[in-house]
């Protein structure tokens, strides 16, 4: 055991080590931690100054008694390189022991030897793995989750666009074209499925305005027909015979616009508000496809003599999708002399053809029979308008003397 106050030997000091010449007091392993003061024949490293194991040391000035050094190695093995399970290894760094930055050949000078153990390996790298695991799974189903619903098919019965009018818009009297105002719809690629309008129309005489609705399509439905009446007015496509039918299919982004025209003299009115709402077309959904529509009717109508602004006038309403590829109609008239007569026909959107005027011969039975397909025929010009609406026949008498008899009449388009 080392004495707490130094050994009564000259030459050995507090700590254990000698200060006597080597040969007068040599080290024992009675003294742990004893040794040579400073650096020792091989084997023995300078905590001061650390140097790779097995390196040789230069001795040390001597130490005066009662100086304890502290080293941070054992003596127990002095001058030697072997440590209990390792091998020897003169001259080389402690075995499995590694290198740490500033200290050169793998010693510390701190107490106890040894430098801390190094931090468990692959730690660091395994966390930044997971993380970088878990980054990649949640970016996996955000990506997953956008494309389903970027896929997924839009509901029919879920509106998916609406717009209304920005204000009020004033329909010239007696103008040629009207006014126009547009509502732009931001659908995707989306076709129209279903379709509703809402307008609310004010005029002294709504019979005079015909309204017209083109899709960004190109196509066109006459929503206000020269109607009796204004007011707040709801079209809708669940209707089969709304003239919105002929839109039905075509592109929802776009601009709709609504024309308005009064090409009567005398009143002039307001389009207070409108709106317009669009529904996808159903994934299944057939392409809508054109079909023959026709209608008759026996009027049987007083032609009122001397008048070319009433006359006796009959409205036949189509229903249906597509536009006028062919058109016929046919007409029997009553009169006595048919130079008195002039007969025009009307189209949904407004467009008037003149299918006798004045021509002498044709009574007093008077039958036309006309078809679009024929060479120079008056129908010709109405190839291309909406099929869908109300179709006008008017009789004029306008000369004094005979009265006449509007029999019956019949439209057939795309028959």
Known sequence: ????NGPSHPGWNQGGWSTAPRGEAPETAQWPGAGPQGPPEPGWSNPHQPQPYGGPQPYGAPQPYGAPQQYAETAQYPGAAQYPGAPQYPGQQYPGAQQFAG????????????????????????????????????????AVVVVVLLNRAPDPNTPLAQGTSAGPLVIPDDTAGGATSTITLDGGDARVGRLEVVLDLQHAYPAEVTGVLTSPAGRQ???????????RLTLSTTDPASPLVNLLGGPVAGDWALTLS????????????????????APDAPAPAAAPATAS???????????????????????????????????AVSHAISSDLRIE????????????EYEAGLGPAIALTL?????????????????AGPWELRVYDGVIVDEGTFDRWGVTVNG
Not at 122 to 136: D, E, H, L, P, Y
Not at 221 to 231: I, S
Not at 345 to 356: E, F, K, M
Not at 371 to 387: H, K, N, Q, R
């Open 297 to 331: 009717a026996t009027p049987g109508l007083a032609i009122p003599d001397d008048d070319d602004y009433v006359g006796a006038t009959d409205v036949l309403g189509l229903s249906g999708y597509g536009t006028v590829d062919r058109i016929a109609v046919d007409v």
């Open 371 to 387: 078809d679009s397909a024929t060479p120079g025929s008056p129908l010709a010009p109405l190839v291309g308008e909406p099929l």
């Open 221 to 231: 439905a006459v929503v206000f027909p020269r109607a009796p009446t204004g007011g």
């Open 103 to 142: 200290q050169p050949g793998g010693w510390n000078p701190a107490p106890g030897g040894y430098g801390p153990p190094p931090a468990s390996p692959g730690r660091g790298r395994r966390t930044g793995i997971i993380v970088t695991a878990v980054v990649a799974s949640v970016a996996i189903v955000a």
């Open 1 to 4: 055991m080392t004495d707490p």
């Open 345 to 356: 026909l009307r189209s949904p959107l407004g467009r008037t053809v003149v299918l006798s």
């Open 262 to 281: 009064d090409e009567v003299t005398a009143d002039s009115g307001t389009l207070t508000s409108w709106g317009v709402t669009a529904y996808p077309a």
